[in-house]
């Protein structure tokens, strides 16, 4: 499926067509997917899902066109000549601040369409290297054969691509590499744990409270009756805030989203009235 596939599925469970989403899960990819229903689609723009987890099965001796299993074969080569602590040495190397030339079947634009696009109708894509970070990656496991595969699991900013990763693992090695199975465990504050699959929203349609996603993402302040009079209002507030700010009423509703600006607390987007 889709992340679109997703968003239709559930406008029709949830009977509205308020859905969107923030950020795509690949075709091939499981996982958590951030979704926003009827007047929580605003706070999505708001999200600030710099950091993600990923679940991945890399599979070594082996490189395609997509760097997953999705794609054609482009060459194979033997990986009896590795071992695991070579694996691992290597696997390690991609920790940091890394230049990682994103994937050519990614939704990144070019000239206007979308760089999959370009690749299903036969064009040559070549994309600039960008900027990502790997703040960790642990191999969790090593299966050494004529097709070597490890497991690892990833947290990484916003816009990593795990294709990549494997497929300039693979090149380290001096075998290719491609992805067979990426599940991404945590988008921002948001993980498996509050996640619900579609079989499960269809016997039980639950969404996470505005006010719990709100407090998840944002620093919190939680205002007297008068400030939320005026935040009802969408009125400044003469308050010091860090930056942008989830605040609340006295009952814990979850009323709008504030920020800094010229010496007194500014509304965002207002979620009540």
């Given at each position: 499926m889709t992340s679109h596939d997703v968003v239709s599925r559930v406008r029709r469970l949830a009977g509205t067509r308020k859905v969107g989403h923030a950020g795509t899960l690949d075709p091939m990819a499981t996982g958590v997917l951030v979704l926003g229903v009827n007047r929580a689609t605003r706070l999505l723009g708001h999200l600030m899902l710099t950091e993600k987890r990923y679940d991945a099965t890399i599979r070594l001796g082996v490189a395609t066109t997509t760097d997953d299993a999705d794609g054609e074969v482009l060459a194979t080569a033997s990986t009896a000549g590795l071992d695991e602590a070579t694996i691992r040495a290597a696997a390690a190397e991609f920790v940091g601040d890394l230049m990682q030339v994103p994937t050519a079947v990614s939704a990144i634009k070019v000239d206007g369409k979308r760089a999959y696009q370009r690749v299903r109708e036969g064009e040559d894509v070549e994309l600039a290297a960008r900027p990502v970070t790997v703040h960790e990656l642990v191999v969790t496991d090593v299966r050494v054969s004529d097709s070597t595969e490890l497991d690892v699991s990833v947290r990484c900013s916003s816009g990593t691509y795990i294709r990549a990763i494997a497929r300039d693992l693979g090149a380290r090695l001096g075998?290719?590499?491609?992805?067979?199975?990426?599940?991404?465990?945590?988008?921002?504050?948001?993980?498996?744990?509050?996640?619900?699959?579609?079989?499960?929203?269809?016997?039980?349609?639950?969404?996470?409270?505005i006010a719990d996603a709100a407090r998840a993402a944002f620093p919190a302040l939680d205002l007297d009756e008068g400030h939320a009079t005026d935040v009802r209002y969408g009125r400044a507030l003469d308050l010091e805030l860090a930056g942008l700010t989830a605040v609340f009423a006295p009952d814990g509703q979850f009323l709008a989203l504030y920020e800094p600006r010229d010496g007194v607390a500014r509304a965002v987007a207002v979620f009540t009235g």
């Open positions: 075998v290719g590499g491609h992805l067979t199975a990426l599940r991404r465990t945590a988008v921002g504050p948001y993980d498996l744990g509050v996640a619900h699959t579609l079989d499960e929203l269809a016997e039980n349609f639950v969404l996470l409270p």
